[in-house]
């Protein structure tokens, strides 16, 4: 089908986005490879679109020692190049098809919220944050908002209808840190059944630090777990744990029985390989020092 | 409203006056008559319809007209050049990758993209490459030895 019709605004710098989303009752539109599936089949019909993607300033990607802040306009395709953030990158590839990360975003992806996505599984397990902006009459107002508050359920972000989220924040993984992320989806690059993601650090003796997973798929918004110190080292324990944590639901597509299956199974996978690799970087770490 | 844009495609600029809703695949059919970019499912699953956007492969479908304004655009229509098919466009008839082929100018696209990015992909990166079109007829075998093909050709003419 066709999209509704809408007035288009597209405006060259920030303050003038803000102004119009102020003004209007309208949508954002970066990339949209979510928004306009949703406009062809008229499951959105917003009066207005207002085109982030001539606003230089959104178009930054920042890496500091701290992490890397990822502006509104950034593609997928341009993260995974550029972004050097390794479990970033590697959500990256999990999400849809090259041809549709060369134009979706990953701010983007974070607002649209769905819970089945990989990105904000990613944001969540790292403890990240949204940047958002808002024009208050007279000019600009940011506010940071925490990935556990940003996600407030299916397809629903803390972001208000007259907000912009101008930028995502993702933690720099800590030295001797693993990463992670599983996911069986029922073709590639389809929106996964379930999936884990998984950060494991382990401290200067060899111990498990911090083990955190973030469950997509299984839950209104990522399902976070703090696994460190579960199961006693015993990786399969600690999955079947949290597999009986989660509440998903049926769909056509799995069963909810099947995706509590997935997330003992991967968060098994998700763990061991994350806490392997954390191993590795510790080795690493003392063979460098 | 209608807005009025310039698209530079395959080479040409072509202003061309559209609503905002227009997508960019009905844009190119309808308003430029370039009916090779084909609209299988119109939200984004099946690959018919992608285009090179400033040389990279998009879903034409899930683009406006409107926010592509200035910008230069690829069909299968430009794919060929003076001297006749691309090398792409020779390996997929020579390897039968095509049988009813209202998927092929998505692929043909798709593929020009992968191979220019990488042009000796392994058998998994082909896969990967071209996960996000959608064949019903060949079962896909003879288009990944087309696309394999189509990297042997273009080392073959490099030389």
Known sequence: ??????????????????????GVRGKVLAGGQSLIPMLNMRLAAPAHLVDITRVASLDALERTREGVRVGAAVTHARAEREGGHPLLTRALRLVAHPVIRNRGTVVGSLVHADPAAELPAVLAVLGGSVRLARWDGARGQVRDV?????????????????????????????????HAFHEVARRHGDYALAGVCAVVTLGEDGGVAAARVACVGVGPAPVVADLT??????WALAAAALSRRVEPEDD??????YRRHLVAVLAERALKEAAGLAERASKEAAGGA | ???????????????????ARRLLSDCL????????????????????????????????????????DGREI????????PGGMSPVQRAFGECHALQCGFCTPGFLCTVTALLRDNPSPTEEEVVEGISGNLCRCTGYQNIVKAVHRAAELIAEEGR
């Not at chain 1, 996600?151 to 209808?161: L, Q, T, Y």
């Not at chain 1, 110190?229 to 015993?234: F, L, S, V």
């Open chain 1, 1 to 22: 089908m066709k999209p509704p019709p809408f007035e288009y605004h597209a405006p060259r710098d920030l303050d003038e986005a803000l102004r119009i989303l102020a």
């Open chain 1, 146 to 178: 925490p990935a556990h508050e940003f996600f407030v359920g299916p397809m629903e972000s803390a972001a208000g209808p007259d907000e912009l989220a101008v930028s995502a924040f993702f933690p720099a993984l800590d030295e001797r840190t693993g």
């Open chain 1, 229 to 234: 110190g579960a199961g006693a080292g015993d």
């Open chain 1, 252 to 257: 056509i597509h799995a069963t909810a029985a």
């Open chain 2, 74 to 81: 690829t069909t299968v229509e430009g794919l060929a050049g």
């Open chain 2, 1 to 19: 409203m209608e807005h009025e844009i310039t698209l530079v495609v395959n080479g040409a600029a072509r202003r061309v006056r559209v609503p």
């Open chain 2, 29 to 68: 059919r309808h308003d430029l008559g370039l009916t090779g970019t084909h609209v299988g499912c119109e939200h984004g699953v099946c690959g018919c319809c992608t285009v090179l956007l400033d040389g990279e492969p998009v879903r034409s479908c899930l683009t406006f007209a409107v926010s592509v």
